[in-house]
């Protein structure tokens, strides 16, 4: 089915239309339509271009109204103060136009034109290290991006940029070589058991390591040249280091199990994924000119970027011992996503911390000419996770908190809840145990999602949890309250009437709805998954608004006004499921 066009591009290419007919040479000039508290929409864009064309913009604004084609949508225009427009569409639109939405899985939201294809780099833990708080963010904000960008018709390529490669993994390799079974353990069909097990091998077994390698100094000799056995491509310390990495991997794909999120193999492609092109990488910049040796080191300066001694500050790509540096990699891995992957749009979901090297690293790529004026680079920079106390997260010995500590209390929490509606609700242990966990995560993710990427947030379980306020459990439930209407419908179906005359309530529920297509376009563009979640939250508390005032089932109504709240209900449903589903969250029917 193709697209809908919203009430609201409908309107604005009507007015749009009528200024260009009133003033020609303003020529397809924005008319500034916004939704509006005075009306349902209001056009502000004529008094700037009065200005402009030094017209009155009040005799503008009314030759605009005479020439406007109301076409049935509009149902009353009025020229208010200097010379906005008030606008208000017919009941009869907003109807019509919910049901040609209603009647596409897509709920009528068009593909972009524009579409293309985009690497998101996200979720990147570090190979034989435990996955902390600070590792939630980069995972959720990414997983919602790919789905929203899915969404829009774009192709998006997957890569998940693990630390597997560096020193520590020559001191690792070499006491696995002296202990062979330190990763032994038993298999186990359950993903979660054994994720823990591999961690719990993989933690000890870096501690004794450490301990070794800091107390014996034969073994730190062995330890060092096992890196540059590594490095060479040894067979045997090669073989080693995947087990780390696949030990690792249990354990990662356990922890993405429990944030519901699906981590494909073929996406991991981490540090070492790019080892055969430094070299090459590191040549071409040197050749070119965009990189200088500076005391032995290859460096990129940058005249913006200074140190504290007023000294610029350089991205060193080639440390002078002829190590690599992040940048190296960095580097290599756009050379690899443009030039192999053909991407158009390149998304680092990465800490704000990082915003300097990524600055530097996308300079230096388009000094090199691997970012093109055609491809776009950009950094989903994220703030901190915090604390009720408004201190970054930690345990109460200082520690930094473990993720899965923090995801099974969300689950604990949250299905002490559930379980307090249960009976009420004829849940069985089953469905608790599940709703447990499709609220906790969702309560994780939605705390993270609905505040701005680059800002701060708290974390406060209980408020996560909570059924009022901005929270998915808010969200959650009003879907599962508009399922069991439904179902407590009896004989009555969804229909539309577009010939009925609306309540307030039920024209701004049905405003709100239309809308939902331009919020999926502005959140994808905008890299904003917080716009999504804002707009779902809007529409729950819309409909809470509805549900008070318009009764659906009981008193029961009428029964053409009955089928026409019914329809609002099961396109609110419908809409508050894919939103959330685009966030990464389920929505249970029964809660």
Known sequence: MASVPSLASSVHQRVADALASALPEAGGADPLLRRSDRADFQANGILALAKKAKANPRELATTVLDGLDKGGVIEEIEVSG?????????????????????????????????AGTTVIDYAQPNVAKEMHVGHLRSAVIG?????ILEFTGEKVVRRH?????????????????????????????????????????LNRLYKASRALFDSNEEFK??????????????????????????????????????????IQDPDVVGESGYNDMLAETCKLLEESGV?????????????????????????????????????????????????????????????????????????????????????????????????????????????????????????????????????????TEEEIVDNGRYVGIGAVKYADLSTSAARDYKFDLDQMVSLNGDTSVYLQYAYARIKSILRNAGDRKPVAHPELELAPAERALGL???????????????????????????????????????????????LVVGENRLFLCDLTARTLTKGMSLLGIRTPERL
């Not at 690792?172 to 186990?188: F, G, M, N, R, T």
């Not at 540059?228 to 354990?251: M, N």
Request: charged letters at 25%.
């Open 82 to 114: 200097p010379g906005f427009l008030n606008i208000t569409v017919s009941d009869r639109a907003i109807i019509e136009t919910l049901a040609a939405r209603a009647g596409d899985d897509r709920l009528g939201v068009p593909y972009a034109a524009n």
């Open 143 to 147: 997983a919602a991006m790919v789905e």
């Open 161 to 201: 940029h693990i630390g597997d490669w560096g020193t520590q993994f020559g001191m690792l390799i070499q006491y696995l070589i002296e202990h062979p079974h330190e990763l032994d353990h038993k298999a186990d069909g359950d993903a979660e058991a054994s994720g823990e097990e591999a961690m719990s091998n």
């Open 221 to 262: 000799t062995r330890a060092r040249a096992r890196v540059v056995d590594l490095q060479a491509g040894d067979a045997e310390t090669l073989a080693l280091w995947q087990r780390f990495v696949d030990e690792s991997k249990i354990y990662f794909y356990s922890v993405f199990n429990k944030l519901d999120m699906d």
């Open 291 to 427: 990189a200088v040796r500076s005391n032995g080191a290859l460096c990129v300066f940058f005249d913006e970027y200074k140190g504290p001694d007023g000294n610029p500050t350089p991205l060193i790509v080639q440390k002078s011992d002829g190590g690599f540096g992040y940048a190296a990699t960095d580097l290599s891995a756009i050379r690899d996503r443009v030039g192999k992957l053909g991407a158009d749009t390149l998304i680092y979901v990465v800490d704000a911390r990082q915003s300097l090297h990524f600055k530097m690293v996308f300079e230096t790529a388009r000094r090199a000419g691997w970012l093109g004026e055609d491809v776009k680079a950009v950094q989903l920079a994220f703030g901190t996770v915090l604390g009720k106390d408004g201190k970054p997260f930690k345990t109460r010995e200082g520690e930094t908190v473990r993720l899965v500590d923090l995801l099974d209390e969300a689950v604990e929490r949250a299905t002490a809840v559930v379980r307090s509606k249960a009976e009420k609700v004829g849940l």
């Open 512 to 558: 709100h709805l239309d809308g939902f297509g331009e919020l999926i376009a502005e959140a994808a563009a905008d890299h904003a998954p917080h716009k999504l979640a804002a707009y779902l939250y809007q529409l729950a508390s819309l409909y809470t608004t509805f549900y008070d005032q318009c009764p659906v089932v009981r008193p029961e109504p009428e």
